[in-house]
């Protein structure tokens, strides 16, 4: 019958009444055992009515309603009571406020963090701080205040043995009060005021209650403007040309009207009004987003049909448009990043859950003076992942919603121009070297026939991983090594990389972590999925002839031990370092390399007149081609040269050490640094996937660097016929 009620019947103003409840009594008619799997039962039933499964910002509505009844039942109560003081407990900025605070952050974040369900308001208000929902510092000054708060209380109830919070301006009771609590009343005043003044602030910056609110799209708008009827169509238009909108609107204002309806997605009354609310917020302020992007443009048009196609996408999960509605800042917010970057816009779309992160102070801190350092992230991870132990679908989402998260603060930071492109690719390497590293974790613990308590495996990374230079969306190249004797380990390994990649890999409801590409491993498609570290040394070194070829090894010039066993990591990095340190005859190399570029360049071609800036002559690959030759070629008198430090670095190294012209190493690093910039932008404009090509002459210094550079390796022109 309880469950019924709540799920039938339960109304939101309950939830929180749930949360503070708990089971007071013993077992009396049944043996303890039985009474606590009876306890387990209710608290699993009650649970997911009072914590939803996702992020539920409709909880601040649901609580500001309810905090107006109260007040307002206060006030009258006041009122006939004709008496000049306050209510320290249920007025303005009173303990109830500090409640109301904790327990919305509470309901709104529980459903995903198990450590903001407890029922203790002053240890909650420590777990939010903890959980990142609130800053520190705000949540001990409300600490205090609680404190002080009940104190004041208390003291009023033991004045004349009554169950009142009312604080008087003057008399006996006031003053009786003040001397329980060792103050004058002048002081107690002055102390309950200022108290009264920053919980209410606190408050209204959960609930908003002044100034975002007035923020909000103005009354000035058409009558019956979301109808959809053909007067109030026409309406519309005018209103959106004097907006600054164009003439062809037909498409917008569809949209526009199918949401504002109810005819995307299944919305109840209340999430309707509240999307009638924010349309026109989105509709006034779109046509200001529309320079949000690096040095483009777009037309207002384009903005808000960014945005629609979003709120289209969140339109039947009521939590999203309610926190669009209730944070008008976080929802002009999201305009500046969906406008910036058509990429942006498809990842908030896939992946709404993230718009919390826009409510949460945290992230601002990122730019390029962040340490390149996951550790604590990793930490808050394996938190929550131990919330969810034994529920693996469960553990793949947090550990989805975790990376998304930390991949979206990336983004904002990006495109408001606080990292550089280097210093964004170093974030997101590491970004990835942690999820690997936890996922690694996860599939050994998960692996039902083990033979060791900890594998000897080790997870390499190629290519743009292994040289940190990692995009957004940028596949991983991995090889699997493990240096196990045990006769069972190479069946073990090769169920663990399995699992790695069903992790990695699976399209679950919170999406999936990356594209794994294996094809570098030892014989390629052909090879073993993981190699016997013995094996991985005697394919690299190729002593019989049988091995590894040259283009293999000018991949591993960009490759890193990434996750896994120190030890093993640590035999790997010297099996590089020896590999290619090995001295090899200059022209093979030379010739190697040029005939890998031109398969290259024959597998991309470019019929366009725009200019590639990735696979063209002149383009970012004849620079890395370079690097790598200039490795394969001196590494073996220059040790220095083996080290994992980037194209950019290993050319200025390449400069220093006489292996080419300094004036040439530093225009070609000054034109990969400047080409990957562009790169940076076209994806984020046109997509991952998509080539980016731009005007030659906009990049003719660039290009004439890169051959220049390409002469003085090769000592021949790099042409395209």
């Known amino acids: 019958m309880l469950e019924e009620y709540l799920y039938a019947q339960g109304r939101d103003w309950e939830r929180f009444a749930w949360l503070k409840g708990r089971i007071c009594n013993r077992a009396v008619y049944e043996t303890p055992a039985a009474f606590e799997q009876h306890a387990l039962g209710v608290r699993a039933l009650v649970r997911p009515f009072v914590f939803r499964k996702y992020l539920d910002f409709g909880a601040i509505s649901s609580l500001t309603k309810l905090h107006e009844l109260v007040r307002a039942e206060t006030d009258r109560r006041e009122l006939a009571r004709g008496a000049e003081g306050v209510n320290v407990k249920l007025g303005r900025g009173g303990i109830r406020e500090i409640e109301f605070i904790a327990q919305?952050?509470?309901v709104i974040r529980g459903g995903r963090d198990a450590t903001l369900r407890g029922r203790e308001t002053l240890l909650m208000l420590d777990a939010l701080a903890r959980a990142g929902a609130m800053p520190e510092?705000?949540?001990?000054?409300?600490?205090?205040?609680?404190?002080?708060?009940?104190?004041?209380e208390h003291a009023l109830q033991y004045v004349d043995d009554q169950q009142t919070q009312f604080l008087p301006r003057t008399g006996e009771t006031a003053e009786r009060a003040a001397r329980l609590l060792g103050v004058t009343l002048?002081?107690?005043?002055?102390?309950?005021?200022?108290?009264?003044?920053?919980?209410?602030?606190?408050?209204?910056?959960?609930?908003?209650?002044?100034?975002?609110?007035?923020?909000?799209?103005?009354?000035?708008?058409?009558?019956?403007?979301?109808?959809?009827t053909r007067t109030a169509r026409e309406a519309l238009a005018a209103k959106l040309r004097s907006l600054g909108y164009g003439e062809d609107l037909d498409e917008v204002i569809e949209r526009v009207t199918a949401l504002a309806t109810g005819r995307r997605g299944a919305m109840g009354e209340e999430a309707r009004s509240r999307m009638t609310k924010l349309l026109p917020f989105v509709m006034e302020k779109a046509p200001g987003w529309c320079g949000a992007?690096?040095?483009?443009?777009?037309?207002?048009?384009?903005?808000?049909?960014?945005?629609?196609k979003l709120l289209e996408a969140v339109s039947g999960r009521s939590t999203y448009v309610a926190m669009l509605h209730q944070y008008p800042r976080a929802a002009e917010r999201v305009g500046r990043i969906l406008a910036a970057s058509r990429w942006s816009t498809d990842f908030v779309v896939r992946h709404p859950i993230i718009l919390d992160e826009l409510v949460d102070g945290r992230i601002r801190e990122m730019s390029d003076d962040s340490p390149v350092d996951r550790s604590a992230w990793r930490a808050e991870l394996r938190a929550a992942l131990a919330q969810a132990e034994g529920d693996v679908e469960r553990q793949m989402n947090v550990l989805r919603d975790a990376h998304h998260a930390a991949l979206f603060r990336l983004l904002v930071a990006d495109l408001d121009g606080r990292f550089t492109v280097m210093r964004l690719a170093d974030q997101l390497s590491a970004l990835a070297d942690a999820v690997i590293a936890e996922v690694l974790e996860l599939a050994w613990a998960n692996l039902t026939k083990r033979h060791a308590e900890?594998?000897?495996?080790?997870?390499?990374?190629?290519?743009?991983l292994g040289g940190k230079e990692l995009g957004y969306e940028s596949d991983l190249d991995l090889v699997f090594i493990h240096d196990d004797p045990a006769q069972e380990a190479d069946a073990v390994y090769a169920r663990l990389v399995r699992k790695m990649l069903s992790w990695l890999t699976l399209q679950t409801s919170s999406g999936k972590l990356f594209e794994v590409d294996m094809r570098l491993r030892p014989n390629g498609e052909n090879g073993l999925i993981t190699t016997n570290f013995a094996q991985f040394s005697r394919y690299e070194r190729n002593e019989d002839g049988h091995g590894a070829w040259l283009w293999e090894h000018q991949a591993l010039t960009r490759a890193r031990f990434v996750a896994g066993d120190d030890a093993l990591g640590a035999k790997f990095e010297a099996e590089r370092e020896f590999v290619l340190r090995t001295p090899r005859d200059r022209e093979m190399v030379l010739s190697g390399v040029a005939e890998m570029r031109r398969k290259m360049r024959d597998g991309h071609p470019n019929r366009t007149a725009r200019f590639d800036i990735k696979h063209d002559a002149g383009g970012m690959v004849d620079v890395e081609f370079a690097v790598?030759?200039?490795?394969l070629m001196h590494a073996h008198e220059h040790p220095s040269m083996v080290l994992n430090l980037g194209n950019i670095q290993l050319l200025e190294l390449s400069g220093a050490l006489g292996l080419i012209p300094e004036a040439t190493a530093e225009a070609a690093a000054d034109a990969y640094r400047k080409l990957r910039?562009?790169?940076?932008?076209v994806r984020l404009n046109a997509g991952e996937g998509v080539p980016a090509r731009v005007e030659p002459e906009r990049v003719e210094t660039e290009r004439r660097a890169v051959e220049a550079l390409w002469r003085a390796v090769f000592g021949e022109p790099w042409r395209k016929d």
């Open 104 to 106: 919305t952050l509470q």
């Open 137 to 152: 510092e705000r949540a001990a000054k409300l600490k205090e205040a609680y404190v002080f708060l009940r104190n004041v």
């Open 628 to 631: 790598q030759a200039l490795v």
């Open 677 to 681: 910039v562009i790169q940076h932008e």
């Open 293 to 308: 992007g690096a040095g483009r443009v777009i037309a207002p048009e384009e903005a808000l049909g960014r945005y629609l």
């Open 186 to 228: 002048e002081d107690l005043w002055t102390q309950v005021e200022a108290v009264r003044g920053f919980v209410a602030q606190a408050f209204e910056g959960v609930f908003l209650l002044k100034d975002e609110k007035a923020e909000s799209a103005g009354d000035d708008w058409p009558v019956g403007w979301q109808t959809g």
């Open 454 to 464: 900890r594998p000897t495996f080790a997870v390499i990374g190629y290519g743009k």
